[in-house]
């Protein structure tokens, strides 16, 4: 007997992460890496993180830390993040917010909870890996979702229900998006928002980079500008989800959701049935370190990150030949390239990686895998001296191929 026959029909759909494998790269220290979406460990505020592990296992406090609790979160920092997204403009209450394994579990149990098979999920040209990683088990119909867009929503609507399903969420990254980094306007935002309410969908914003702004003005978040037309929170069809990971320390996995309460209550259902809690000891360690430093922190942050996005950006400016266009981010951890039409991408990989220089093949990050002649830089954990030797590297790589 072989086990695998006996597999689900989704398990076919459920695909090796092109990021995950090219992560393995980073064990190798003479390829220098643009492939990772990760932070500097540098970087982590390992005193605070220290400390706070000290206080959570004393005396007083590990019969807490070590124990069961709530699928909610740990009460401290649901209050932390709603102080945190009153500063963004959301109005909520604890009530609103549950705490989850990293926002990559919020999008599985979104997926989990919204999408029966042949439904349709709006997402970006292209979108976030893991997010298709996280929707694909639930057999989804993937449609574009664009804010220049000249389709009405009755032809989105009608498409979803000749497909079999219907239009159930827009996902979409609106800060410093991954892969692209590019940043919707506000013009931009209201009119997914209108979208969204004519399709009578849900809309799923993924705030992972939000923090990161290095330059320009900083824009609402959807939620936001929704609470200010319905002025509730338990009105609005936003589903906001903000992460630690990116800010204070991926490797405790601490993320959360705000959402209108029966949004949130379903969702606890989903996570009790799932993995019971989040952490406890990780959520208070989150908690006490969001509490002392992460202001101070994610301003340190921003001075790093921010130097070294402008380093690709003038090292891509003197190294790549004519025909490559690139995006020009206010901040996250992304820049987006496009290479000339017939050029693939993960072709290209295999003569850069001959080259000692790494990325990620732009074509796995859309829903039918077109457009392989993009590629995905990261520039949040190199400092500006590799960088600057990388893109050269990558340069020449590309201008052999042309």
């Known amino acids: 007997m072989r086990l695998p026959q006996l597999f689900a029909h989704r398990a076919e759909r459920m695909k090796a992460s092109e990021i995950r494998e090219l992560l393995k790269l980073l064990d190798q220290p003479d390829i220098i890496s643009f492939a990772g979406g990760i932070p500097d460990p540098a970087y982590f505020p390992r005193q605070a993180f220290a400390d706070a592990m000290v206080t959570a296992t004393s005396e007083?406090?590990?019969?807490?830390?070590?124990?069961?609790?709530?699928?909610?979160?740990?009460?401290?920092?649901?209050?932390?993040?709603?102080?945190?997204?009153?500063?963004?403009?959301?109005?909520?209450?604890?009530?609103?917010?549950?705490?989850?394994?990293?926002?990559?579990?919020?999008?599985?149990?979104?997926?989990?909870?919204?999408?029966?098979?042949?439904?349709?999920?709006?997402?970006?040209?292209?979108?976030y890996l893991g997010a298709l990683g996280a929707f694909n088990a639930y057999e989804p119909r993937y449609d574009r979702l664009d804010p220049a867009d000249n389709r009405s929503p009755e032809d989105i609507v009608a498409d979803a229900e000749a497909a079999?399903?219907?239009?159930?969420?827009?996902?979409?990254?609106?800060?410093?998006?991954?892969?692209?980094?590019?940043?919707?306007?506000?013009?931009?935002?209201?009119?997914?928002?209108?979208?969204?309410?004519a399709m009578d969908c849900a809309i799923i914003e993924d705030a992972a980079y939000q923090s990161l702004r290095y330059t320009g003005q900083s824009v609402p978040p959807i939620l936001a500008?929704?609470?200010?037309?319905?002025?509730?929170?338990?009105?609005?069809?936003?589903?906001?989800?903000?992460?630690?990971?990116?800010?204070?320390?991926?490797?405790?996995?601490?993320?959360?959701?705000?959402?209108?309460?029966?949004?949130?209550?379903?969702?606890?259902?989903?996570?009790?049935?799932?993995?019971?809690?989040?952490?406890?000891?990780?959520?208070?360690?989150v908690a006490e370190v969001a509490r002392s430093v992460f202001d101070s922190h994610v301003e340190t942050l921003r001075e790093v990150?921010?130097?070294?996005?402008?380093?690709?950006?003038?090292?891509?400016?003197?190294?790549?030949?004519?025909?490559?266009?690139?995006?020009?981010?206010?901040?996250?951890?992304?820049?987006?390239?496009?290479?000339?039409?017939?050029?693939?991408?993960?072709?290209?990989?295999?003569?850069?990686?001959?080259?000692?220089?790494?990325?990620?093949?732009g074509g796995a990050f859309y829903a039918d895998g077109s457009n392989a002649n993009t590629l995905r830089l990261n520039f949040s954990m190199s400092p500006a001296a590799k960088i600057e030797e990388g893109i050269a590297r990558l340069g020449e790589v590309i201008k052999g191929a042309l």
């Open 164 to 197: 079999g399903g219907r239009v159930k969420f827009a996902y979409l990254s609106p800060d410093f998006a991954n892969p692209t980094g590019v940043t919707l306007s506000v013009e931009e935002r209201r009119g997914i928002l209108s979208r969204a309410k």
């Open 225 to 285: 500008l929704e609470m200010q037309e319905t002025g509730d929170i338990d009105a609005c069809r936003t589903i906001y989800l903000g992460s630690f990971s990116k800010t204070l320390a991926p490797g405790l996995r601490v993320g959360w959701a705000v959402a209108a309460k029966p949004v949130i209550s379903q969702l606890v259902l989903t996570k009790q049935a799932a993995d019971l809690q989040t952490a406890t000891i990780n959520q208070i360690a």
């Open 305 to 361: 990150y921010g130097a070294r996005l402008q380093a690709m950006l003038k090292s891509l400016d003197a190294h790549m030949p004519d025909g490559i266009s690139w995006t020009k981010p206010e901040g996250g951890m992304f820049v987006w390239v496009t290479l000339p039409k017939g050029m693939d991408g993960a072709e290209l990989l295999k003569s850069a990686l001959e080259a000692r220089v790494a990325f990620v093949p």
């Open 60 to 127: 007083q406090a590990a019969s807490v830390a070590l124990q069961y609790s709530t699928s909610e979160g740990y009460t401290p920092l649901r209050d932390w993040i709603v102080q945190h997204m009153a500063t963004l403009g959301v109005r909520c209450t604890r009530d609103n917010v549950l705490i989850t394994a990293g926002s990559q579990q919020a999008l599985d149990y979104l997926g989990k909870l919204f999408i029966d098979k042949d439904d349709t999920a709006l997402v970006g040209w292209p979108t």
